[in-house]
């Protein structure tokens, strides 16, 4: 913000990316270092070992999640002999130097119990008396942070951002008992947030339950038969996916050379638009029209089931919404057009993202380093079939609890854009609190 003159009780300081901005006339602007009680300190450069609940945990980048907690999966310990010189205290924060975590961060707190640090992690350790740690650890989360981060990285081979680096970081500071304050608003925030987290794990697990006894024992069967792949109802028949797709839509797969994005084209599926859920149509590439007429054999629909058959993300499954008319895939995704006279897609799409559904990928996948489907083996994939009138019961009580979850989702999207909001403006001062 470019101003001639401070507003009443606001001052005019340097902008942290040039020109002036205000802000209130008891802050200050400061670089982190002059607040820290002591300089930043490397972690440990010992291998990590195998995870023990009696030595401390190893924390190295890949830990790191974004909004600054740690992975629960994989982790390692460190010899106590190793962490001596490295283990964290309260208030303690981590910055990621190096690599695609460079700039994330992470504040350590007792109820993680002992924790060591490794060494492409910098520990900065804030005077309390004039930097609240949770401050400064909401701090690297806010838009100016990472702007400010960007604006200095180091890039080669990795981004890299030292310890001299992060010493120098302006922060706008206000007094301690307003940063507390700040902190407890964006607190209530955070809580609210990660209640909301909780509640979707929790009906996510409730989904995989359902989706497990559903598909296995269908609805109100009392007889039961063997199959190769488990237990079934009694009444209900096996088929493979060849049997139950359109005649002339047959299981295949897309576009191998998507060429240059053309922004009049026809949209491309690509696995990162679907594999973790539906990415906003503004994302997608698109290809020109005669290309897309080229392939015109691998068009996809609303309502055709999309199955990643190359890579990490092997198996992935989803079904085009209502908002795509007509797109096309690239060659890492197989297309299934279900025949809708025999089965009904939205059970279908649910069978193959079941447990069920996905060992029959995995199990059928080849290489390590690039996993991939052969179309022929997912023509052959099996699958069990109800009624129609069962598997449109099945489907619904499904719908209804994705669609609890995609409630859930929403609301805490809505929240983190509270947030957001909040920390622009409650990190420059344009809202005060009362302290």
């Given at each position: 913000?470019?101003?001639?003159?401070?507003?009443?009780?606001?001052?005019?300081?340097?902008?942290?990316?040039?020109?002036?901005?205000e802000i209130p006339e008891e802050w200050e602007r400061v670089?982190?270092?002059?607040?820290?009680?002591?300089?930043?300190?490397?972690?440990?450069?010992?291998?990590?070992?195998?995870?023990?609940?009696?030595?401390?945990?190893?924390?190295?980048?890949?830990?790191?999640?974004?909004?600054?907690?740690?992975?629960?999966?994989?982790?390692?310990?460190?010899?106590?002999?190793?962490?001596?010189?490295?283990?964290?205290?309260?208030?303690?924060?981590?910055?990621?130097?190096?690599?695609?975590?460079?700039?994330?961060?992470?504040?350590?707190?007792?109820?993680?119990?002992?924790?060591?640090?490794?060494?492409?992690?910098?520990?900065?350790?804030?005077?309390?008396?004039?930097?609240?740690?949770?401050?400064?650890?909401?701090?690297?989360?806010?838009?100016?942070?990472?702007?400010?981060?960007?604006?200095?990285?180091?890039?080669?081979?990795?981004?890299?951002?030292?310890?001299?680096?992060?010493?120098?970081?302006?922060?706008?500071?206000?007094?301690?008992?307003?940063?507390?304050?700040?902190?407890?608003?964006?607190?209530?925030?955070?809580?609210?947030?990660?209640?909301?987290?909780?509640?979707?794990?929790?009906?996510?697990?409730?989904?995989?339950?359902?989706?497990?006894?559903?598909?296995?024992?269908?609805i109100g069967h009392t007889k039961f038969k063997k199959t190769?792949?488990?237990?079934?109802?009694?009444?209900?028949?096996?088929?493979?996916?060849?049997?139950?797709?359109?005649?002339?839509?047959?299981?295949?797969?897309?576009?191998?050379?998507?060429?240059?994005?053309?922004?009049?084209?026809?949209?491309?599926?690509?696995?990162?638009?679907?594999?973790?859920?539906?990415?906003?149509?503004?994302?997608?590439?698109?290809?020109?029209?005669?290309?897309?007429?080229?392939?015109?054999?691998?068009?996809?629909?609303?309502?055709?089931?999309?199955?990643?058959?190359?890579?990490?993300?092997?198996?992935?499954?989803?079904?085009?919404?209502?908002?795509?008319?007509?797109?096309?895939?690239?060659?890492?995704?197989?297309?299934?057009?279900?025949?809708?006279?025999?089965?009904?897609?939205?059970?279908?799409?649910?069978?193959?993202?079941?447990?069920?559904?996905?060992?029959?990928?995995?199990?059928?996948?080849?290489?390590?380093?690039?996993?991939?489907?052969?179309?022929?083996?997912?023509?052959?994939?099996?699958?069990?079939?109800?009624?129609?009138?069962?598997?449109?019961?099945?489907?619904?009580?499904?719908?209804?609890?994705?669609?609890?979850?995609?409630?859930?989702?929403?609301?805490?999207?809505?929240?983190?854009?509270?947030?957001?909001?909040?920390?622009?403006?409650?990190?420059?001062?344009?809202?005060?609190?009362?302290?």
């Amino acid at each position: 913000m470019s101003v001639q003159k401070a507003r009443q009780g606001y001052k005019l300081v340097k902008s942290l990316f040039g020109k002036y901005e205000e802000i209130p006339e008891e802050w200050e602007r400061v670089k982190l270092i002059e607040k820290c009680s002591k300089k930043p300190e490397y972690g440990a450069i010992v291998s990590a070992i195998e995870k023990n609940q009696n030595l401390p945990r190893y924390i190295r980048i890949t830990d790191l999640n974004d909004d600054g907690s740690l992975r629960d999966e994989e982790w390692k310990s460190i010899s106590k002999n190793d962490s001596k010189n490295y283990l964290l205290n309260e208030g303690d924060i981590l910055f990621a130097r190096t690599g695609a975590t460079v700039g994330k961060t992470f504040l350590y707190q007792r109820e993680y119990g002992e924790c060591a640090f490794a060494g492409y992690l910098i520990r900065f350790i804030s005077d309390q008396t004039m930097l609240d740690s949770k401050f400064l650890f909401h701090y690297t989360h806010s838009h100016f942070y990472w702007k400010w981060l960007k604006s200095i990285q180091t890039w080669g081979v990795q981004p890299n951002v030292n310890a001299g680096q992060y010493s120098d970081m302006v922060i706008l500071l206000p007094p301690l008992n307003e940063q507390q304050k700040i902190v407890s608003i964006l607190s209530n925030v955070d809580s609210l947030i990660d209640q909301t987290q909780k509640i979707i794990d929790q009906t996510i697990i409730l989904k995989k339950g359902l989706m497990q006894k559903l598909l296995t024992r269908g609805i109100g069967h009392t007889k039961f038969k063997k199959t190769k792949l488990g237990t079934i109802p009694e009444m209900w028949n096996v088929a493979q996916i060849e049997d139950i797709v359109k005649k002339d839509r047959k299981v295949t797969y897309g576009i191998v050379q998507p060429g240059q994005f053309d922004p009049n084209g026809i949209l491309l599926i690509r696995g990162q638009d679907y594999i973790s859920g539906w990415v906003d149509q503004s994302e997608f590439f698109r290809v020109n029209p005669k290309l897309h007429q080229s392939y015109k054999r691998s068009t996809v629909y609303s309502g055709d089931i999309l199955l990643c058959i190359a890579g990490v993300n092997v198996g992935a499954v989803n079904q085009v919404p209502s908002s795509i008319h007509e797109a096309n895939i690239t060659q890492t995704t197989a297309r299934i057009s279900c025949d809708l006279d025999k089965v009904d897609a939205k059970y279908v799409y649910y069978f193959l993202s079941s447990d069920i559904g996905r060992k029959q990928s995995f199990r059928n996948s080849k290489g390590s380093a690039q996993p991939g489907l052969n179309l022929d083996v997912v023509a052959k994939f099996i699958i069990f079939l109800p009624n129609m009138s069962e598997q449109q019961k099945i489907a619904s009580i499904l719908s209804n609890v994705d669609s609890k979850i995609t409630d859930l989702q929403s609301k805490k999207s809505t929240l983190q854009k509270l947030k957001k909001g909040l920390m622009q403006k409650l990190l420059t001062g344009q809202i005060r609190v009362k302290v």
